[in-house]
């Protein structure tokens, strides 16, 4: 009888330990996404931190917040080259540093946040424990050359360009930026097409591949670089801007891509994967998280990419 007792002891123990474990689980007291330097968010073009209490990266801080992560998300001109944009960016990494008392930050850029977050890591590689970039345009975009068949000077240059700093300027205003810097519509389209990102890449080649489509360096001046992105422009009947992506997708011949960045084009450093059944904006959980029904959620994405980061000692 005494052994009985015993046991159902034991087994009411073990069943109590594991609906607390659970519990915290539940509660947020999980440390799966603990790393040992803060988690800091760069949007791309266009881009920005909230407006109207909708985040640009979708459920996604929160989310890494929940599991231990420290998060600073971030917001720089919606539109300017990627070294104006850098240099933002490097002044917000080092209130960040400040702020956090941690030497080094891990850097996560989404579109045109790839090549800001690379320029803050190679003329700072001091503060960047890690790079990794989700969906860049590293090598530009078929879309971007497209759109730079305008020709320069023209009245629909100064049409087009007048209207996309018109918006550039309403997110801004909307997302309660504190920055009034003059967006720069043509300093994007720069950036981002294929001319314009070569040069910017011989000026900054860390984690660049070699090859037409490779892996880049893993490690660079003491920064880890890291790179994914998706392949399917139309993932989502019910997401209204599947339409728009489906349409630039057209722009780059049958090359694979995510509706604005071919696949090779986004490789950068350590390539995770490259062929997720997402496009430009399910990347990171939008519109509304209305992403594809048979990939894996972008939110966990990030959750595992964030234990990546931690199992790297990042």
Same mark, same amino acid.
């Given at each position: ?164 700093? #018109? !918006?550039? %300027? ?6 309660? @930026? ?5 967006? *720069?519509? $043509? ?101 509304? #998280? !209305?992403? %594809? ?6 939110? @966990? ?5 964030? *234990?990546? $980061? ?5």
């Amino acid at each position: 009888m005494n052994n009985n007792k015993t046991l159902l002891a034991l087994c009411l123990g073990a069943g109590l330990l594991a609906s607390a474990q659970t519990q915290a689980g539940w509660f947020g007291s999980s440390s799966y996404t603990q790393t040992k330097y803060p988690i800091v968010l760069s949007h791309g073009m266009l881009g920005f931190d909230s407006i109207l209490g909708i985040d640009y990266w979708y459920g996604i801080s929160s989310a890494l917040r929940r599991d231990g992560a420290s998060v600073y998300t971030t917001e720089v001109s919606q539109l300017n080259t990627s070294e104006a944009r850098g240099e933002e960016l490097l002044e917000q990494v080092e209130e960040i540093v400040a702020i956090s008392g941690k030497p080094k930050v891990n850097l996560i850029g989404h579109s045109h946040g790839g090549p800001t977050i690379r320029y803050v890591a190679a003329v700072s590689p001091q503060l960047v424990a890690s790079a990794t970039s989700v969906g860049a345009p590293h090598k530009g975009s078929a879309a971007a050359d497209f759109i730079r068949q305008v020709p320069p000077g023209s009245a629909g240059e100064a049409l087009l360009s007048g209207i996309v700093n #018109g !918006l550039g %300027s309403l997110i801004n205003f909307l997302s309660g @930026s504190s920055s009034t810097t003059p967006q *720069n519509a $043509l300093g994007a389209l720069e950036s981002l097409n294929s001319v314009g990102a070569a040069q910017f890449n011989a000026k900054y080649p860390q984690g660049l591949p070699t090859s037409a489509c490779g892996e880049g360096a893993y490690s660079v001046n003491g920064v880890r670089y890291y790179s994914w992105s998706g392949t399917s422009p139309v993932t989502n009947i019910l997401d209204p801007s599947d339409l728009l992506l489906g349409a630039t997708a057209l722009t780059f011949n049958g090359e694979a891509n995510d509706g604005l960045v071919s696949r090779c084009s986004s490789h950068m450093g350590k390539v995770i994967r490259d062929d997720y059944r997402m496009n430009h904006l399910d990347e990171v959980n939008q519109s509304f #998280g !209305l992403t %594809s029904w048979f990939e894996t959620d972008p939110v @966990s994405v990030y959750r595992q990419h964030a *234990n990546r $980061l931690k199992n790297d000692g990042l």
